[in-house]
């Protein structure tokens, strides 16, 4: 039986704390359609489940959502010892299974693209579809500049709401540039920024891992979404996991790294007209085509 409370309809949301394998998680779970596949999302680098809220009320009320903080993040207190990817996809299996579902479609943003492209190769069984954003191969990948790796090792952006506002632009591009005041309202007025410690371990649980040995082996159907202006992860990235992928499909937005945050209206139908259709053969885009762009849409990227 699915974990829901009576009377609970498509489209409303719990929020509350999971034990699983002894490590309290923070939940939300929004109910959607009886007997579809959830949508599981896994948050970058820092951010807690609030951080995404723009996205899941973007989707049509039918999708079900499964967020989490990851230990250490937001509402979910700090592991006991620091943990890698492996280990991460074993407790969400676990978490997955303690809600009473076999298997979920997935999406990783940054950081948590990489938690998701593991899953998806290791956890297999337990990933039906996989959707990448604004994310990479981890450590052998094309490379932000310098200057953009710096202001990535430490939390202080979601701590400095004033340094945020003056390094958005140049560290999110797309509509940051001309408006960094709103990446700086959703990072500071939703987030929850969990203790620095949180933050290291999940430097930690990627340095040093890479997905390209096991691209080739996925087999999910797998939606790739990459911004045309992401200083953080360049574009190349989601080209190159295209060329590696057998079963993807690519798509460019006009915008930057917080694509899934601040374009949340663009983006979020291109996410469920795959969610719909990605599991049939035959269908357009499948493959190596990419999905057709239909023209850019939202804001100048500003370059």
């Known amino acids: 039986m699915r974990w829901r409370r009576p009377g609970d309809a498509p489209g409303e949301e719990t929020i509350r704390s999971l034990v699983v394998d002894g490590q ?7 109910q959607g359609r009886p007997g579809g596949t959830p949508l599981l999302l896994i ?51 676990r978490m997955l299974s303690v809600l009473g579902h076999d298997s979920a479609d997935v999406l990783g943003i940054s950081w948590g693209g990489g938690v998701a492209q593991h899953f998806a190769a290791f956890q297999r069984s337990r990933c039906r ?43 999110y ?27 290291l371990f999940q430097l930690a649980a990627g340095a040093g891992w890479t997905s390209l040995p096991f691209l080739p082996l996925l087999r999910q159907p797998t939606l790739i979404v990459a ?19 057998p079963d993807s499909r690519l798509h460019v937005y006009r915008g930057g790294h917080l694509g899934l945050v601040t374009e949340a209206a663009e983006l979020a139908p291109v996410v469920h007209r795959f969610l719909a259709d990605g599991g ?5 885009g499948r493959g190596r085509h990419p999905v057709p762009m239909g023209g850019h849409h939202g804001k100048p990227s500003g370059r």
């Open 173 to 199: 591009g797309g509509s940051a540039r001309d408006d960094p005041g709103r990446v700086t309202a959703a990072m500071h007025a939703t987030s929850r920024v969990g203790p620095p410690r949180g933050y």
């Open 129 to 171: 579809r996989l959707v990448l954003v604004s994310t990479a191969t981890g450590a052998l990948m094309v490379p932000a500049r310098p200057a953009v790796l710096l202001r990535m090792v430490t939390p202080r952006r979601y701590l400095d709401p004033g340094y945020l506002q003056r390094v958005a632009g140049t560290l």
């Open 227 to 245: 911004g045309d202006d992401d200083p953080i992860i360049p574009l190349a990235n989601a080209r190159l996991m295209h060329r590696l992928i």
């Open 280 to 284: 049939d053969a035959g269908l357009p």
């Open 24 to 30: 309290q998680l923070r939940v939300a779970v929004r």
């Open 43 to 93: 948050n970058g680098i820092g951010a807690s489940l609030d951080l995404l809220q723009p996205f899941v009320d973007a989707l049509t009320p039918s999708v079900g959502v499964i967020r989490f903080d990851v230990p250490g993040v937001g509402g979910s207190p700090l592991p006991p010892v620091p943990y890698r990817f492996t280990g991460l996809s074993r407790m969400i299996a």
